[in-house]
């Protein structure tokens, strides 16, 4: 049995569990006759959980063994998704919405930390192939649940889905949990990660990934109404399924070119605000949605750039800087969709765009401050 196979599944279900959930959310307010204030609230249930879950959790997965950490986290999953599929109470709902945003994101930074401790000779180069998992499962998902909501089956489905791939994780897990994958680097290796927990170097990765999921979420929950409000055009979903799914190879050849991970950063960091700038001078529905692939491939390199890179400062608590990450993540995607829909009736979504794409000024500032982090290293 592999372990990566497993670990590559969760954090599919992640994105599974992300993208279906979005998809979903129309469908659940009918069924509790939810307002359009009271639907944002439930969202926001799971985004509170999301942010939670690393800050209360990071330290306990870095004195435990991880795969320990997700038997338990994937157990407490499988009872709540079966629970939001059997059951009808709206109270019951939100709990059980909550504890999958909890385990959710519990999974996901566990997830990385024992891929990198399982594998320290190919673990980067497997973080690029395991984040694309997550891109490829909020692909996925809307057309799953699409899928079968107009065939008359109840958004539920979406939760029995997600339990019985929890449970195949489970099982994995369960398997290979005492067995030894790769021997660690020699001492002195040029290849080799810090052994020290280098809190600079992880903070200045959480301000890149906070503008990064930030603009991610104002793009993506925005670009349909611009197509449809701005360019008058009805190809914005389709544009939204391309940002989506160019991620998916940006994020395998990251993984292939790993040790070029902080000038992919670089790269990505100056593409994503010009192709915006870009965007936002077009009339053209069309020219918007060629340049989406652009954007999305931009976009796409950025997470397991990082997630490479922070393994140069994570030490041996790689579950807490992944943590670190992950909540860095949620308040960039909580705060920066408000200010997008604040800005976007302000100065209208093209300026908002530029605006929000200027915030990575600070992200290319951050990973340039990392030079004068290695020299002290």
């Given at each position: 049995?592999?372990?990566?196979?497993?670990?590559?599944?969760?954090?599919?279900?992640?994105?599974?569990?992300?993208?279906?959930?979005?998809?979903?959310?129309?469908?659940?307010?009918?069924?509790?006759?939810?307002?359009?204030?009271?639907?944002?609230?439930?969202?926001?249930?799971?985004?509170?959980?999301?942010?939670?879950?690393?800050?209360?959790?990071?330290?306990?997965?870095?004195?435990?063994?991880?795969?320990?950490?997700?038997?338990?986290?994937?157990?407490?999953?499988?009872?709540?998704?079966?629970?939001?599929?059997?059951?009808?109470?709206?109270?019951?709902?939100?709990?059980?919405?909550?504890?999958?945003?909890?385990?959710?994101?519990?999974?996901?930074?566990?997830?990385?930390?024992?891929?990198?401790?399982?594998?320290?000779?190919?673990?980067?180069?497997?973080?690029?192939?395991?984040?694309?998992?997550?891109?490829?499962?909020?692909?996925?998902?809307?057309?799953?649940?699409?899928?079968?909501?107009?065939?008359?089956?109840?958004?539920?489905?979406?939760?029995?889905?997600?339990?019985?791939?929890?449970?195949?994780?489970?099982?994995?897990?369960?398997?290979?949990?005492?067995?030894?994958?790769?021997?660690?680097?020699?001492?002195?290796s040029e290849s080799a990660d810090s052994a020290r927990f280098v809190i600079v170097g992880v903070l200045l990765l959480c301000v890149v990934m906070c503008i990064y999921v930030g603009f991610e979420n104002g793009f993506a929950f925005f670009v349909d109404t611009l197509f449809a409000d701005v360019l008058h055009s009805t190809s914005g979903k389709f544009a939204l399924s391309i940002f989506w799914a160019v991620m998916i190879p940006s994020r395998v050849l990251v993984g292939l070119f790993a040790k070029y991970a902080k000038k992919i950063l670089i790269a990505a960091i100056i593409a994503i605000p010009l192709i915006t700038i870009i965007i936002s001078?077009?009339?053209?529905?069309?020219?918007?949605?060629?340049?989406?692939?652009?954007?999305?491939?931009?976009?796409?390199?950025?997470?397991?750039?990082?997630?490479?890179?922070?393994?140069?400062?994570?030490?041996?608590?790689?579950?807490?800087?992944?943590?670190?990450?992950?909540?860095?993540?949620?308040?960039?995607?909580?705060?920066?969709?408000?200010?997008?829909?604040?800005?976007?009736?302000?100065?209208?979504?093209?300026?908002?765009?530029?605006?929000?794409?200027?915030?990575?000024?600070?992200?290319?500032?951050?990973?340039?401050?990392?030079?004068?982090?290695?020299?002290?290293?």
């Open positions: 049995m592999i372990l990566w196979i497993y670990l590559f599944l969760i954090v599919f279900i992640n994105g599974f569990e992300a993208g279906g959930y979005q998809a979903s959310l129309y469908s659940i307010g009918q069924t509790y006759d939810l307002s359009v204030t009271s639907m944002g609230l439930f969202a926001s249930v799971e985004l509170l959980a999301t942010m939670l879950a690393p800050l209360v959790l990071g330290s306990w997965a870095d004195r435990t063994r991880k795969a320990k950490c997700l038997l338990i986290i994937l157990a407490i999953q499988i009872v709540f998704s079966a629970t939001l599929f059997i059951s009808n109470v709206q109270l019951v709902f939100i709990t059980g919405i909550f504890f999958l945003g909890l385990t959710t994101s519990a999974l996901q930074f566990i997830s990385i930390a024992a891929l990198a401790e399982a594998y320290p000779l190919s673990g980067k180069k497997k973080i690029g192939f395991m984040t694309s998992m997550y891109a490829f499962g909020a692909l996925v998902a809307p057309l799953f649940v699409n899928y079968y909501l107009n065939k008359g089956v109840s958004w539920r489905m979406m939760f029995l889905v997600l339990t019985i791939g929890s449970v195949i994780a489970f099982t994995g897990v369960y398997v290979c949990r005492n067995l030894k994958f790769e021997e660690g680097l020699q001492d002195g001078m077009m009339n053209n529905g069309s020219v918007v949605m060629f340049l989406c692939v652009p954007l999305g491939f931009a976009c796409g390199a950025i997470y397991p750039s990082v997630l490479t890179t922070l393994m140069q400062y994570s030490g041996n608590r790689k579950a807490t800087a992944t943590a670190m990450i992950t909540t860095a993540t949620g308040i960039g995607g909580f705060a920066f969709t408000a200010l997008t829909g604040f800005l976007g009736e302000t100065f209208g979504l093209r300026s908002t765009m530029v605006i929000l794409s200027a915030f990575f000024v600070l992200s290319l500032f951050s990973v340039l401050a990392l030079g004068k982090v290695n020299k002290k290293l």
